[in-house]
């Protein structure tokens, strides 16, 4: 889809739930949240463009882009609505879908979204997050079609957050799609006032 080589994976039967990762993550992240939804559901998790076992162009990643991967893998998979839960990007890339096209949408879980770069935590300092790049590194060797090339991909995506998102007030008051907007009391990336800005406005 969109020039690239997306990998997905589909995992029991029901009502459609896309499980969307987070920034250099991959979709195994997400393996007991399909244990246990999968005896009631239909779960598709998939690889960002990029990360994991999906390709790249040289085209800048940015969230309307793999937004609008996730749709043209729905299309693909025949499917009209489904509810969507996202963790960090993949929160972000669920209210990019919200905003733009709601009708695609039963319902989204917004894990560790934000809506604007000015709503993300310093973190070079965190313990948490150093340990997080030197797993996905390690991970994206082993899973990726292009192995030697994370640091073209990490600078990507670096300047994706720098710049991205920008949803307005506006955009956010205007959500139709029933929203939990939800983060850990102790996340290390996403500052607590913009969880709460956004979900004052849904």
């Known amino acids: 889809v969109n020039g690239i080589r997306l990998w997905y994976a589909v995992f029991g039967e029901g009502p459609p739930v896309v499980l969307v990762h987070g920034g250099f993550a991959n979709a195994d992240y997400w393996g007991l949240q399909v244990r246990a939804l999968a005896p009631h559901y239909k779960v598709i998790v998939l690889d960002s463009r990029g990360h994991g076992r999906s390709s790249r162009t040289a085209t800048p990643i940015g969230y309307d882009l793999m937004s609008s991967d996730v749709l043209a893998l729905l299309d693909y998979l025949h499917i009209r609505?489904?509810?969507?839960?996202?963790?960090?990007?993949g929160a972000?890339?669920?209210?990019?879908?919200?905003?733009?096209?709601?009708?695609?949408?039963?319902?989204?879980?917004?894990?560790?979204?934000?809506?604007?770069?000015?709503?993300?935590?310093?973190?070079?300092?965190?313990?948490?997050?150093?340990?997080?790049?030197?797993?996905?590194?390690?991970?994206?060797?082993?899973?990726?079609?292009?192995?030697?090339?994370?640091?073209?991909?990490?600078?990507?995506?670096?300047?994706?957050?720098?710049?991205?998102?920008?949803?307005?007030?506006?955009?956010?008051?205007?959500?139709?799609?029933?929203?939990?907007?939800?983060d850990g009391d102790h996340d290390a990336a996403i500052?607590?006032?913009?969880?709460d800005h956004m979900a004052s406005l849904i």
């Open 191 to 195: 500052k607590r006032e913009n969880t």
């Open 81 to 89: 609505k489904a509810a969507l839960v996202g963790w960090s990007d």
């Open 92 to 182: 972000i890339i669920g209210l990019d879908i919200a905003i733009h096209h709601p009708e695609r949408l039963t319902k989204l879980f917004a894990f560790a979204a934000n809506s604007d770069p000015s709503g993300v935590a310093d973190v070079s300092n965190s313990q948490v997050w150093t340990a997080y790049m030197q797993r996905v590194e390690h991970e994206y060797e082993n899973l990726s079609p292009t192995p030697d090339q994370f640091k073209a991909f990490r600078s990507d995506i670096m300047n994706m957050w720098a710049t991205q998102p920008h949803f307005s007030d506006e955009q956010l008051r205007h959500i139709s799609v029933p929203t939990w907007i939800v």
